[in-house]
């Protein structure tokens, strides 16, 4: 006995947050309740600035929780070779994030 229809496979949970670092350069995101049941696959992206070159890292994550570290450096010239200077925390830096289930 046969049967016919159309599969739909469950839409994947999506969750989306916006936050501002602290003095440290951390932002911590904490995602609803039950909504992952393992570390979700993150993506981001910071908002420009006028001064240095941002980075942004996952230094945390969990299925209740990820936690970002951004830092600023400065590009210097020497001889023509462009170097960038040490990174230090990144205070006040917008940071958006979006969760998916893996």
Known sequence: MGTSGDYEAPATRLERQRGVTDSNGR???TWPVGAFAAAP???HSIEAAA???RTARIIANTAAA???EVLVT???TVLGISVL???VAAQGV???AQAAAP
Request: hydrophobic share 45%; net charge neutral; glycine share 20%.
């Open 74 to 76: 400065t590009g210097v």
């Open 27 to 29: 932002i911590t995101f």
């Open 41 to 43: 696959v993150v993506t």
């Open 66 to 68: 990820t936690t970002f």
């Open 85 to 87: 200077g040490p990174g």
């Open 94 to 96: 917008t940071v958006h």
């Open 51 to 53: 001064v240095g070159v």
